[in-house]
């Protein structure tokens, strides 16, 4: 059983940055795409950004384009995403979450192991 740590949330002013990371306690790690969702009070969880297994297919959704970065080092079996300009919308517990598979999907239900979520504010 994989087990995901995700970590790096905060409360940030408008226009800030934050940087999360997700630890996985598999040693397969560079075997599963790896992505961050996000899910608001009331709302339903939402894709943010993938990545594949090596890093070399980045998939990342409209409100995430320009402003986040997804990284990984399969060394350290720890996947992170890097949070510039962060706007109030921004704001939600976000999960990081993998798939034993090459491809990134923006699907939830794709998607196998979760972390237990972190929570990110951004104040205006």
């Known amino acids: 059983q994989v087990q995901l740590v995700d970590s790096g949330g905060g409360l940030v002013q408008a226009g800030g940055s934050l940087r999360l990371s997700c630890a996985a306690s598999?040693?397969?790690?560079?075997?599963?795409?790896m992505a961050w969702f996000r899910q608001a009070p009331g709302k339903e969880r939402e894709f943010v950004v993938g990545i594949s297994q090596r890093g070399g297919r980045l998939e990342y959704s409209e409100s995430a384009k320009g402003r986040f970065t997804i990284s990984r080092d399969n060394a350290k079996s720890t996947m992170f995403l890097q949070m510039n300009s962060l706007k109030p919308e921004d704001s939600a517990v976000y999960y990081c979450a993998a798939r034993r598979f090459y491809y990134v999907t923006d699907d939830i239900l794709d998607y196998d192991y979760w972390g237990q979520g972190t929570q990110v504010t951004v104040s205006s």
């Open positions: 598999e040693h397969t790690f560079s075997s599963m795409s």
